[in-house]
């Protein structure tokens, strides 16, 4: 069984959770519930991808816990003005998977200080 969580150590989303929902329920059930989203969370596989446009011009580097509603959102152009928008990145060249999201945000950072040529030698392996 998981423990109640002081006040300090609750996740962010816990203390903005719907106050009628945890008056409904006993604290105990509520925390668990709440542990069991944080830690899930935790354990999220995560994704680094390339995305390009049309032309091979442009190269995105981003990351995502998500990867086919991602591409998704860069197809459908969901984010107006953003870079992937202006510069029409429908197109995903490149991804990698990891077991948790902060490998994969280090791989992204890592990924995004290369130049054009290391990007596209990756890509092309």
Known sequence: MLHLMSKETQPKFYRHFDRA?????????????IQSMYFSNMHKRGYTYIMTNAHRTTLYVGVTSDIIGRVYE?????????????????????????EGIEEAIAREKQIKRWNRDKKMALIVQ
């Open 74 to 98: 860069h197809k459908d152009h969901t984010y107006k003005n953003s870079f992937s928008d202006r510069y029409n990145l429908e197109h995903l060249v490149y991804y990698e998977e990891y």
């Open 21 to 33: 929902t945890r008056a409904e329920k006993s604290p105990e059930v509520c925390s668990n519930v």
